[in-house]
Nanobody
Framework: QLQLVESGGGSVQPGGSLKLSCAAS????????MGWYRQAAGKQREFVAS???????NYANSVKGRFTISRDNAKNTVYLQMSSRKPEDTAVYYC??????????WGQGTQVTVSS
């Protein structure tokens, strides 16, 4: 019954900024991690960033220093602030949550396009 709904995707020029949001509803119990993955056309899905329930964050090397992840546990929402965007950031971005039992939930994805 868990649903993850992403918002904030769109098109932006290189160097611009976007903020993605993911709101969870339904079965939101025992979230231990919330994060973001992305999948570019013709490529495999890759990890972008995550934040644990206790606060520690983790970033892929490709986005470190440019993207910032945060979460609001009370609202069951995770955010991804994207700055200094590059064309290679173009992808479908997926919200992901992991429960204490190890199961994952996925959002439907939101398209982010960075064009010169």
């Amino acid at each position: 019954q868990l649903q993850l709904v992403e918002s904030g995707g769109g098109s932006v020029q290189p160097g611009g900024s976007l903020k993605l949001s993911c709101a969870a509803s339904g079965d939101t119990s025992h979230f231990i991690l919330m994060g973001w993955y992305r999948q570019a056309a013709g490529k495999q899905r890759e990890f972008v960033a995550s934040v644990s329930s206790g606060g520690p964050t983790n970033y892929a090397n490709s986005v470190k220093g440019r993207f910032t992840i945060s979460r609001d546990n009370a609202k069951n929402t995770v955010y991804l602030q994207m700055s200094s965007r590059k064309p290679e950031d173009t992808a479908v971005y997926y919200c992901n949550v992991r429960r204490l039992n190890g199961s994952d939930g996925w959002g439907q994805g939101t398209q982010v396009t960075v064009s010169s």
